[in-house]
T-cell receptor, first 117, second 113 residues
Framework: GAVVSQHPSRVICKSGTSVKIECRSLDFQATTMFWYRQFPKKSLMLMATSNEGSKATYEQGVEKDKFLINHASLTLSTLTVTSAHPEDSSFYIC?????????????FGPGTRLTVL | TQLLEQSPQFLSIQEGENLTVYCNSSSVFSSLQWYRQEPGEGPVLLVTVVTGGEVKKLKRLTFQFGDARKDSSLHITAAQPGDTGLYLCAGGLTGAGSYQLTFGKGTKLSVIP
């Protein structure tokens, strides 16, 4: 199956700093990548959708200036949490979809656990 | 807004028992995916169904897509402790170049040895 990697897997940072999370599709071209946030024992909450070379589309209530998303190539998307605060602590998961992966099927990365002190 | 109602939310069963998880919606989906997620990891795709009435089997797991493509079920036969995890259904609605999925709230399955 299609493989998606995410880096780092865990990050701890101080309040006010910025953190960048990378999402890579390793064996297929991801025309679309998605960023989710997951709270403990909850389902996935879509934050934004990004198409390669275009600006990301953010879901209602997600601050685009706080969660910067870049999808510069067909295999890489990044999420930058700017001026992080403790309430940003969460499990962030990316997924990728493309012609090889199928129209609707999304393949997920392993997630990044962000802890803001 | 498309909604997927997933039930039950929690399920605790003994090893060897059978179980079924349901996903229902009033909306029609172009496809339906089932994922399994373990704590601290990303969801892993189990199956994608795209045709109304489609049935797919993956070892002890049987997935069915409703004839009207509004509902789906996951049946596990003779559950094993290794089946423990969070099961998520997700409906796809392809359109205008967007492949967004609508997720159910998940079913937390615990299989007791």
């Amino acid at each position: 199956g299609a493989v998606v990697s995410q880096h780092p897997s865990r990050v701890i940072c101080k309040s006010g700093t910025s953190v960048k999370i990378e999402c890579r599709s390793l064996d297929f071209q991801a025309t679309t990548m998605f960023w989710y946030r997951q709270f403990p024992k909850k389902s996935l909450m879509l934050m934004a959708t990004s198409n390669e070379g275009s600006k990301a589309t953010y879901e209602q209530g997600v601050e685009k200036d706080k969660f910067l998303i870049n999808h510069a190539s067909l295999t890489l998307s990044t999420l930058t949490v700017t001026s992080a605060h403790p309430e940003d602590s969460s499990f962030y998961i990316c997924s990728a979809s493309g012609t090889r992966a199928g129209t609707d099927t999304q393949y997920f990365g392993p997630g990044t656990r962000l802890t803001v002190l | 807004t498309q909604l997927l109602e997933q039930s039950p939310q929690f399920l605790s069963i003994q090893e060897g028992e059978n179980l079924t998880v349901y996903c229902n919606s009033s909306s029609v989906f172009s496809s339906l995916q089932w994922y399994r997620q373990e704590p601290g990891e990303g969801p892993v795709l189990l199956v994608t169904v795209v045709t109304g009435g489609e049935v797919k089997k993956l070892k002890r797991l049987t997935f069915q897509f409703g004839d009207a493509r509004k509902d789906s079920s996951l049946h596990i036969t003779a559950a094993q402790p290794g089946d423990t995890g969070l099961y998520l259904c997700a409906g796809g609605l392809t359109g205008a170049g967007s492949y967004q999925l609508t997720f159910g709230k998940g079913t937390k399955l615990s299989v007791i040895p």
